[in-house]
């Protein structure tokens, strides 16, 4: 019997990961394209479907059954109608497609949000596997959250949920590119800590530099990244009393910084609670990985179970990789 | 054929709401009970299981058939364990009130949490019914809230979801009971609304007394409603960020106020959207009926659907009824 497999492409403002995935989460074949986003929304569109038919001529002439698309693009989707209803990176407004990925494809397709795809991923796969209340908030240029329940991700009534980057944690402070002043993703994601170290310090620096001037004892680094974790742990304080999560897995270039940044967020958010439950924090497993996997498990979804007698495979390939990766 | 009812009871600090409501939502019976919480935990448990019990029996008096029982109490729920985690008004602390009720009534029991059940019932056949993303709010003595997503309420990992009330909208302000400065529930629920009135104006008065006040011209009850308006818009701000709802259904003593509460929050919300999607902001409809028409919904769920073939009912009396004593 021939192996199925689905076609899992996770967009990126620069650069597109995609790859072949089995029923069972193996990773057979990945392949990394540049976005091109500076050709504008159409040229962009091309080559997600020529990457994504590509790899379902891969998929066949390795002796593979492709069975259905997954694509994960950043910005507001509307998954149920399969649209891209804005992405500001790709130039994309109200863009079908979906629609013109399945007539590409001749396969059913399911479009979803990268965030969304990744915190599927993680809560599925990775980080949260085996939990039913699992929160995955990516900090990095922006601040996002992907709230996953029971194995769903919600996306609210429009696509919008899950903005934590937008919850307004420091009134009066620096202006937001949402519009709004204070939010959590202006004070505390990795470009706000470049920007507010530069500010402080007279010094262009980035992220990654800060937290290593941090932890070398640099008071203005040091100052900086104790006002990130702050702004942070407000930002998560929000989020578990109205969401109640069990596990909040941090992702981005932020976490990268490890327990520098988990135990003292840990330490602050314990601090401010008060009626509420203690959620634990941990770094995400899949690293840039977790989109890809995302877009594969959602177009699993779209699968037919026609081997119901098959006997299930526990073994998650990928998953267990990028663990060893991560505990490496 | 005999017709078959769920026993519903919605327990509160101080009267016990109960019903018997058919499998389409008919209202066959109700009565009210008094709490006596003053008494203790077990005497509570002792009246809930008699009136439950006591509801079992008239409906075999009256030719029906018992077939599953819904109690709703306020607190912290486990809903899966059946457990009252915590219920301050009740003095109850991890009290199995689903095992004494089930051995009682020799029924299936599902316990609920009360605003959760209320917003069940608001969500499904009251002001949110045929949506798919809710928020109900109600503002009393407290704020809290439920998110309703295709008809099931997120209760999160520790039944400690939806406190909308206790996110803090006015850093600096005052001190809420749960510990944390600046809740909305500090600042905005109905009791607060006397307490602000009364300290800025020297003379004590209720929340429903501040809107007469307020809609009479009185600056100070004026100054306190925009107060209050604005600060639950910085709530639903943030909730509209997380949750990204379609309709946010207000209940509770102050959305007895109608439009003199509604009108200005929706223009107050409006005015601090930035990227979110404004949800409609309607009043609840069924009103002190929602707890127990949600603990109704829940026994429905353990009621076996065993006349598959039933021609569905849509008529939904209850929520009829509600509608019509909302629009009167």
Redesign the interface.
């Known amino acids: 019997m021939s192996t199925q497999v689905v076609i899992a492409v996770d967009v990126g403002g620069t650069g597109i990961k995609s790859a072949l995935v089995t029923r069972d989460h193996e990773v057979v074949h990945t392949e990394r394209h540049a976005t091109g986003a500076e050709r504008g929304a159409d040229a962009v569109a091309e080559t997600i479907l020529a990457v994504a038919t590509g790899l379902a001529e891969k998929a066949r002439a390795d002796g593979l059954v492709p069975t259905a698309a997954g694509i994960a693009v950043p910005g507001v989707i509307d998954e149920h109608a399969g649209v891209v209803r804005y992405a500001a990176n790709l130039d994309m407004h109200d863009y079908p497609l979906r629609e013109l990925a399945e007539a590409a494809l001749g396969l059913p397709v399911r479009l979803g949000h990268d965030v969304r795809a990744g915190g599927l991923a993680e809560a599925t796969l990775g980080a949260g596997r085996g939990?039913?209340?699992v929160l995955f908030m990516p900090i990095g240029t922006g601040i996002a959250?992907a709230?996953i329940?029971s194995g769903r991700v919600?996306?609210?009534?429009?696509?919008?949920?899950?903005?934590?980057g937008?919850?307004?944690v420091r009134?009066g402070g620096p202006r937001c590119s949402?519009?709004?002043i204070g939010c959590l993703e202006a004070v505390a994601s990795a470009s706000a800590v470049g920007r507010r170290y530069s500010a402080l310090a007279g010094t262009t620096r980035n992220a990654r530099e800060v937290a290593e001037l941090a932890q070398a004892g640099d008071p203005i680094a040091a100052q900086v990244w104790a006002e990130t974790v702050d702004a942070l742990a407000?930002g998560l304080?929000?989020?578990q009393?109205?969401?109640?999560?069990?596990l909040i897995v941090v992702g981005g270039g932020l976490a990268e910084a490890g327990e520098q940044l988990l135990a003292p967020l840990r330490e602050a958010l314990r601090g401010?609670l008060?009626?509420?439950?203690e959620?634990g924090i941990v770094k995400a497993l899949l690293g840039d990985e977790a989109g890809c996997l995302g877009a594969a498990l959602l177009a699993l979804t779209l699968v037919e179970v026609d081997h119901p007698t098959d006997t299930p495979k526990p073994v998650k390939k990928a998953a267990t990789r990028a663990r060893k990766k991560a505990a490496a």
């Open positions: 939990l039913d209340h959250a709230h329940v919600l996306a609210g009534a429009h696509g919008a949920a899950g903005e934590i937008h919850i307004v009134p949402c519009g709004q407000d304080l929000t989020g009393a109205l969401f109640d999560s069990e401010k008060t009626f509420h439950r959620p």
